[in-house]
T-cell receptor
Framework: QKEVEQNSGPLSVPEGAIASLNCTYS??????FFWYRQYSGKSPELIMS????GDKEDGRFTAQLNKASQYVSLLIRDSQPSDSATYLC???????????FGKGTTLSVSS | GAVVSQHPSRVICKSGTSVKIECRSL??????MFWYRQFPKKSLMLMAT?????????EQGVEKDKFLINHASLTLSTLTVTSAHPEDSSFYIC??????????????FGQGTRLTVV
């Protein structure tokens, strides 16, 4: 089983809709969870971090974490064409170690 | 967030030559930096962990003699691709953490280096 799994997509949503991105991880000892956005040819940009069970909201973005189910998700409200990118889920077991990335989900928001 | 600068952003080199990529933390000191490579439409694959003042830790399958990593100061790590071949063509990205940050877990990425070996 891969350490961090994401549906590669593409996930297509119309402008203004909610985009829901999902991620599962295999290491129960994971402590920190991140969502990065990556535009084609660019390096990843941190969108959200979440460390405890529940929801964390930042503007149009909401991250959700369920450690019992080993599941983390990202909701994007009022999706915009500029949100079209690949979204990478990353997991970290302990501070100071490298992030482990999923393959990413490609999101396409049509206007 | 913290700023990590990577240089060059693009490089084209001839097969058999070596290429050095620099990764700098601009507004913090990074005792640890990470080097990733990414093939088209693939995820980031960790190559090695660069530790200031000591040898890098390489991931399984990564040739340490081919991908030389030096982390001589708290703000600079370099990756040298030696005797580059076309199969080394890839997007190389460094990242670093700000150890003074509240949780010391968020990683910030450099701009990436697109290496093309011809």
């Amino acid at each position: 089983q891969k350490e961090v799994e994401q549906n590669s997509g593409p996930l297509s949503v119309p402008e203004g809709a909610i985009a829901s991105l999902n991620c599962t991880y295999s290491d129960r000892g994971s402590q920190s969870f991140f969502w990065y956005r990556q535009y084609s040819g660019k390096s990843p940009e941190l969108i959200m971090s979440i460390y405890s069970n529940g929801d964390k909201e930042d503007g149009r973005f909401t991250a959700q974490l369920n450690k019992a189910s080993q599941y983390v998700s990202l909701l994007i409200r009022d999706s915009q064409p500029s949100d079209s990118a690949t979204y990478l889920c990353a997991v970290n077991r302990q501070a100071g170690t490298a992030l482990i990335f999923g393959k990413g989900t490609t999101l396409s928001v049509s206007s | 967030g913290a700023v990590v600068s990577q240089h060059p952003s693009r490089v084209i080199c001839k097969s058999g030559t070596s290429v050095k990529i620099e990764c700098r933390s601009l507004d913090f000191q990074a005792t640890t930096m990470f080097w990733y490579r990414q093939f088209p439409k693939k995820s980031l694959m960790l190559m090695a962990t660069s530790n200031e003042g000591s040898k890098a830790t390489y991931e399984q399958g990564v040739e340490k003699d081919k991908f030389l990593i030096n982390h001589a100061s708290l703000t600079l790590s370099t990756l040298t691709v030696t005797s580059a071949h076309p199969e080394d063509s890839s997007f190389y990205i460094c990242s670093a953490r700000d150890p003074s940050g509240a949780l010391n877990t968020e990683a910030f990425f450099g701009q990436g280096t697109r290496l093309t070996v011809v």
